[in-house]
């Protein structure tokens, strides 16, 4: 039952309270003596009574009952106060920032985040979606704007943020999960293949010969030289191609992680780790680096130029089975990996916070500013709307509670004050 069938009720049930009271009356006209009329009319009087009285309190909060002027009308009069008193309300206690994060603590976001993906196809659906949106942005890309932005948010990253504590936290899992292993195994595949080229050979061979010209200054030096060539004693071809293949033989020994060379980065590593986490003069070099990195590099002509080789080079598909693909990998290593789930919620968790401090009063200006644009009337309705229902049985239970009141006064009038109370009284007097 809505709102409105509840005032109708509440309407027919002081209606009927009021007929009630009339017959109560005339019946009381016709049999004076008659116990049940003058119970029927005791209670109907009450019951009226009360009736009357809340549906006067009720109406007096919205609007004026017959006009009457004082202490009526108490919403639209007072809307400034409950405006701002409902935003206060929701900005200090239904999202107070304290409250908000004391929760967020016990609370596991991405196990969260990852049941909802789960429940109903969301994540196929949002898969969709996102594919789509990201075709239409890089569609729509212009290299000059994406720059800017980019810009600012490197710039913001680099002069408020501290990069220390995450290239730690980045060394650590690096060593912990392999992944530094990993890098360097790429590396080394990308060098060996540039190093079996053709063309590296010859580069090795120029830089011979041009370390030979340059170091050969004298005339029994270059004397010398020129005999040992004579003699093929000295050939910078074979010496090139020697040289190439010892390289090559190198990276491949390189490529066990128990090379000493290997363990001995694992170790820098983890030294240079420790060092960022615990040594202050370390941090400060950071900082200092990266403030200056912040002022030094024309991020918007350098990230332009990149903006708009992407744009360029890239189409619109390429791009978004690229990000899904990577979603994808995201959504499939927080499920598998400890460490980046834990780190993952710390970020997670971390953003919301400053988010929450820093947009903690968005509600209480939305809230205020909704109902600011409210008429009187407007409000009188939005407010019945939510809390008629109620108010309506204020107004029936003032007519019931009424006339039970008025049976127990009857009652008691009639069978406890009138014939012993009254004698006591009377000969106090008498």
Known sequence: MDS??????????????FVAFILSAILGRLYPHNLLVQISFAVTEAGLVGGIADWFAVTALFRRPFGFPWHTALIPRNRDKLVAAVAGAVQNELLNKDSIKDKLIGVQLIDAISRWLDESGRAAFLVDWATQQLKIAWAKLEPGLL???????MRVVLARETVTPHLARGMRWALTTGKADELVEHLLAELSSS??????????????EQYR??????????????AAE?????????????????LVALLADLADRQHPL???????????????????????????????????????????GASGLLAGGITSEEV????????????????????????AEEQLKTALGRFIDSEQDLAAMVVQDALGRLGDAELNDFIEDKAGDDLAWIR???????GIVGLLLFLFLRYVYNPYVVPVVRSWFL
């Open 4 to 17: 409105s069938k509840h005032v109708r009720l509440a309407n027919r049930v002081l209606g009927g309270v």
């Open 147 to 153: 720059a800017r932005y980019a810009a600012r948010g």
């Open 195 to 208: 190093v079996a080229e053709p063309r590296t050979r010859k580069t090795i061979q120029t830089h011979l």
């Open 213 to 226: 010209q340059d170091n050969a200054k004298g005339w029994w030096q270059r004397f010398a030289l020129s």
């Open 230 to 246: 004579a003699t093929n004693t000295v050939n910078f071809p074979e010496a090139a191609v020697v040289l190439q293949k010892e």
């Open 262 to 304: 290997r363990q001995w980065f694992r170790d820098r590593l983890s030294i240079s780790a420790g060092h960022l986490e615990h040594d202050p003069t370390w941090a400060e070099s950071i900082a200092k680096w990266q403030k200056g990195l912040a002022g030094r590099v024309e991020w918007d002509e350098a990230l332009t």
């Open 320 to 343: 978004a089975d690229w990000g899904i693909t990577q979603a994808k990998r995201l959504l499939a290593r927080l499920a598998t990996d400890s460490l980046w789930r834990e780190w």
């Open 396 to 402: 029936i239970n003032g007519s019931v509670v009424g």
